[in-house]
């Protein structure tokens, strides 16, 4: 008789740990999606991609036609030059006057001097005063003129180097590159079509890292935070898991309805909230596949 109890006693403990769940949430994983488009109008002269490729931030991997764009950025750069050319040297063009009052203003002290000495009338020194201040409001107005004509050359050169730099700009928009690390996941188009700015040329995502997408329910929040370790688990198919240490990187500060598709620890629970969790990808993972998580 004791050994039927104990039996039955066990087959009750096996029961109850067979009824229970080894998760608290479930979702599906997913990850960063970047969409590329063309920034500038012509004809894809290469798309060197296909689906699946791994491309790194910054690589290279396609290029719209430049030739347009390169004329006008050498167009813009004879007429930089143009107006630097036309820029007065100052100092050459002053120098004449400079002299004239240099000499004016020699006389001028000449018959100071000799006013004093009463060796010439003070008519002379009149005149010689009035020449100097003749070649000063001269020599005040060339440089006027000069640095007039200096400063609107030079805003014309800044403004011609600014559409330069526009045009170098889209140039380098011609330049498809990837924008992230990741993997390729659809292409949209082929080498030889005309792109527009807007058009999407491929959608490529970061797998290396995953995030699992659950829904918890109200009573579970206060067991879950920000920044907390929890415990991942691969859901194959077929009973088949694979486990991996995660982070809740973020919690919904808004409730909504359970999807249909997500299962919860309490399952008439109707508000459930959305907690994402990142999850280093060691190759296994995919996007869209289930996976269950233990807080």
């Known amino acids: ?56 931030q910054g690589q290279q991997v396609g290029l719209v036609d430049t030739v347009q764009l390169s004329l006008r950025a050498l167009q813009l750069g004879a007429t930089r030059m143009s107006y630097a050319n036309q820029r007065p040297d100052i100092e050459k063009q002053i120098a004449s006057t400079r002299q004239e009052l240099q000499k004016a203003e020699m006389e001028q002290c000449r018959y100071e001097t000799l006013v004093k000495e009463n060796a010439a009338n003070q008519k002379q020194l009149d005149d010689a005063v009035s020449s100097v201040n003749v070649l000063r409001k001269q020599l005040e107005a060339q440089l006027s003129q000069l640095g007039n004509s200096t400063e609107s050359l030079n805003s014309q050169m800044s403004a011609t180097d600014i559409q330069r730099l526009e045009v170098l700009d889209q140039l380098a928009k011609c330049h498809i590159t990837a924008p992230i690390s990741g993997v390729v996941l659809d292409k949209y188009a082929e080498e030889g079509e005309y792109a527009v700015p807007g058009t999407p040329l491929f959608k490529m995502a970061d797998v290396g890292n995953m995030f699992l997408r659950a829904y918890v329910t109200t009573a ?50 109707d508000l459930v909230y959305a907690v994402k969790i990142a999850v280093r990808n060691d190759g296994y993972i995919k996007i869209g596949m289930y996976g269950e998580v233990k807080f």
């Open 1 to 56: 008789m004791r050994k039927i109890t104990i039996m039955a006693a066990c087959l009750a403990l096996l029961s109850c740990s067979r009824g229970k769940k080894e998760y608290d949430a479930t979702g599906m994983f997913e990850a960063t999606e970047v969409t590329v488009s063309a920034e500038q109008s012509g004809r894809l002269l290469s798309l060197s991609l296909t689906e699946g490729d791994s491309l790194t």
């Open 220 to 269: 579970q929040l206060a067991d879950v935070r920000v920044g907390q370790q929890v415990k991942v688990l691969a859901d194959y198919g077929g009973g088949d898991r694979r486990e991996y240490e995660g982070r809740v990187t973020w919690i919904a500060d808004r409730a909504e309805f359970t999807p249909k598709t997500i299962l919860t620890d309490d399952e008439r629970a």
